[in-house]
C-alpha cells in the first residue's frame, strides 16, 4: 500500500505544480516586472536588476523564517492566480458553446447567418453551373477549386445554417441535427445513457478531445489576464494576443474532434443501447427512425 500511495502522491505533486504552480508563478512573475518597470521603463533591465538587488540586501530576507514563508506565500499566490484561470475558463467555456438568447448573442447569430447563406448561395450557384455530361458533373480545375474554397468558407463559419453566435456553439448543434436526421434520436437524452455503455477506450479519445477544449479555454483566461496586466506594462499585451490565437486554434480543433468522436459513438453504439433497453432485437440490423424515436421518447420519460 505505502508504494501505491507514494505513486498517487507523486502523481498529485506532479499535476499540481503543472497546472497550478507553473502558469501561475510564470504570470505573477510577469506581473511583478510589468508594475516594477510599468510603460515608460518596459525595457530597461537595469533598472529591474536594481529592484532585484535592493529586495536581496534586505534583513529580513536573511531569516531562513522569512524566506520560507515567502515561498510559501509565492506558491499560494501562484496556486490562486491558476484557480482564478480555471474558474474563468470554465466561464468562458460555457459562453463559447451558449445559446443566442440576448441581444449581443441575437445579432451574432443573425449576422453568421447572413454570411453563411451569402457563402452557400455562392457555393450553389457555382455548383450548378457545372455541366454535366452523361450524367456526371464536370468542371474545369479552376472551377473545381473555387467550388471547393466556397465550400470550405461555408463550413468554417457553421457547417448548417448557424443558430448560436459562435462556430463552436454551432460544431455541437450539428453533430445533434445529424445524428438527430440519421437515427431520429434526440442526442441530449441520448448521449448520459450511452455514455455508461461505452467501451474504455472510446472513453478516453472523448474525454481527451474534452480536456483539450477546457485546457484551451483556460488559456484564454490567461489570455485575458495578460490582456489587464498590459494597462501597466504593454508588452504583456502581446503576450495577450499569442495565448488568444493559440487558444482559438486549440479550442477549435479540439471542439471539432469531440463533436465527431460523439457522432462516432453513436453511430457505433447506439444500436447496442437501444438493443440493451429492449427496443430492438439482437436480428436487428439498423437503428431506424422509428425506433431512435422510441428510444427519445423513453429516455426523456415522455408520457
Not at 449581443?104 to 443573425?110: E, K, V
Not at 432485437?281 to 408520457?303: Q, T
Request: proline share 5%.
Amino acid at each position: 500500500m505505502n508504494p501505491l500511495l507514494a505513486t498517487l502522491g507523486a502523481k498529485l505533486a506532479e499535476r499540481w505544480l503543472n497546472l497550478l504552480v507553473l502558469p501561475g508563478a510564470l504570470f505573477l512573475a510577469a506581473t511583478a516586472v510589468g508594475t516594477t518597470l510599468g510603460h515608460r521603463h518596459w525595457h530597461d533591465i537595469d533598472r529591474l536588476r536594481t529592484t532585484l538587488d535592493d529586495l536581496a540586501t534586505r534583513p529580513a530576507l536573511d531569516r531562513a523564517g522569512t524566506a520560507a514563508l515567502l515561498v510559501a506565500l509565492v506558491l499560494l499566490a501562484a496556486t490562486a492566480a491558476s484557480l482564478a484561470a480555471q474558474f474563468l475558463g470554465g466561464a468562458i467555456e460555457r459562453y463559447w458553446l451558449r445559446f443566442g438568447r440576448d441581444p449581443l448573442s441575437r445579432a451574432l447569430t443573425a449576422r453568421r447567418t447572413r454570411r453563411w447563406r451569402q457563402l452557400d448561395t455562392q457555393y450553389e450557384e457555382a455548383h450548378d453551373g457545372i455541366s454535366a455530361p452523361n450524367g456526371r458533373p464536370s468542371a474545369p480545375p479552376d472551377v473545381q477549386a473555387r467550388i471547393e474554397n466556397l465550400a470550405e468558407a461555408r463550413d468554417r463559419v457553421a457547417l448548417r445554417e448557424p443558430t448560436r453566435p459562435t462556430w463552436y456553439g454551432d460544431r455541437v448543434q450539428a453533430t445533434a441535427e445529424r445524428v438527430h436526421t440519421t437515427y431520429g434520436v434526440d442526442l441530449a437524452a441520448l448521449w448520459p445513457r450511452l455514455w455508461l455503455i461505452l467501451p474504455e477506450p472510446a472513453v478516453r479519445q472523448i474525454q481527451s478531445a474534452h480536456d483539450s477544449f477546457a485546457a484551451a479555454a483556460r488559456l484564454a483566461a490567461w489570455a485575458v489576464g495578460y490582456a489587464l496586466l498590459a494597462c501597466w506594462w504593454w508588452p504583456a499585451a502581446l503576450v495577450a494576443v499569442c495565448c488568444a490565437a493559440v487558444a482559438r486554434s486549440r479550442a477549435h480543433d479540439a471542439l471539432d474532434a469531440f463533436a465527431e468522436l460523439i457522432e462516432a459513438a453513436v453511430d457505433v453504439h447506439a444500436r447496442e443501447l437501444a438493443e440493451r433497453v429492449g427496443l430492438i432485437g439482437a436480428d436487428s440490423a439498423v437503428l431506424g427512425h422509428g425506433v431512435g424515436g422510441r428510444m427519445s421518447e423513453l429516455f426523456r420519460k415522455a408520457g
